[in-house]
């Protein structure tokens, strides 16, 4: 079961491609987070959803807000990922224990292996304030990112 809107978003710990630690809690009181679940670098339909995020880069990372983008690749094919593609957002590995951040916010897929397309739209106090959850082969908007984060101002 994912986590809930009006629901204290779970904390957690991962690394991200440059080798540094990151926590949601890093956030608390300071920052809305567009928490992003993907199911592989490098794969088609990723790659569009977060090249469409490094395109509209100031609309998500910014004094307001920052992009935390999760999948259970690791740290070294998310670096070459965010090298090849341009990207700058922290890409965190939930690597592992495998997927163990993923299944918290029921964004994993058991019988597959990888992440789900899951979105949470987390306030500066740490509730889920919007989320999205589709399948893998199912694309999502950062439109609706864009404007969760607007409803929040």
Request: charged letters at 20%.
């Amino acid at each position: 079961m994912s986590v809930a809107v009006g629901q204290e978003a779970p904390d957690f710990t991962l690394t991200n491609q440059s080798g540094d630690k990151v926590s949601l809690s890093d956030y608390r009181g300071k920052k809305n987070v567009v928490l992003m679940f993907y199911p592989f670098a490098f794969s088609g339909m990723c790659t569009t959803e977060l090249c469409a995020l490094r395109d509209r880069y100031v609309d998500f990372v910014n004094d307001d807000s920052v992009v935390l983008s999760v999948s259970c690749d690791s740290r070294h094919t998310l670096r070459a990922f965010a090298e090849a593609e341009g990207l700058t957002h922290s890409l965190l590995a939930d690597f592992w224990p495998h997927g163990a951040v993923a299944q918290t916010y029921g964004a994993f897929l058991d019988e597959l292996g990888f992440d789900t397309r899951a979105t949470f739209v987390i306030d500066k106090d740490g509730i889920v304030r919007w989320s999205v959850v589709n399948g893998p082969g199912e694309a999502r908007s950062a439109d609706d990112y864009a404007q969760a984060l607007a409803d929040l101002a």
